[in-house]
């Protein structure tokens, strides 16, 4: 997990798929194994909701974090995009 983005607004969380620590004992040998993936939290600190983007939707974040990489945005921007995101937010934070 890496902090990519922290203001008054919006937190940013790049999730990174955790690997595979062993051999898979005997009974889960015959289950399901699932995709390593990658994700991102971005939470909305004004309403206190977040949104996870996994799959295609953390692809096409993750595009806009390299254009920003290559283009150096200013937070106006930065949290234009975001507020288009959070848009999609409906789970309240929580903590745990």
């Known amino acids: 997990m890496h902090m990519l ?8 969380v790049h999730m990174l ?3 595979e620590s062993a051999a898979p004992t005997e009974a889960e040998a ?6 390593l993936r990658h994700g991102f939290e971005i939470v909305d600190k004004r309403s206190g909701k977040e949104v996870y983007l996994d ?12 254009a920003w990489q290559h283009n ?4 106006e921007e930065v949290e234009t995009t975001l507020d ?13």
């Not at 983005?5 to 940013?12: A, C, I, L, R």
């Not at 799959?55 to 390299?66: D, H, K, P, R, T």
């Open 84 to 96: 288009g995101y959070a848009g999609l937010a409906q789970n309240p934070v929580v903590l745990h």
């Open 72 to 75: 150096t945005p200013t937070q």
């Open 30 to 35: 015959f289950m399901p194994r699932q995709l």
């Open 17 to 19: 798929p955790q690997p």
């Open 55 to 66: 799959g295609s939707w953390a692809e096409l974040f993750q595009q806009q974090i390299i």
């Open 5 to 12: 983005y922290d203001s008054e607004s919006f937190v940013v």
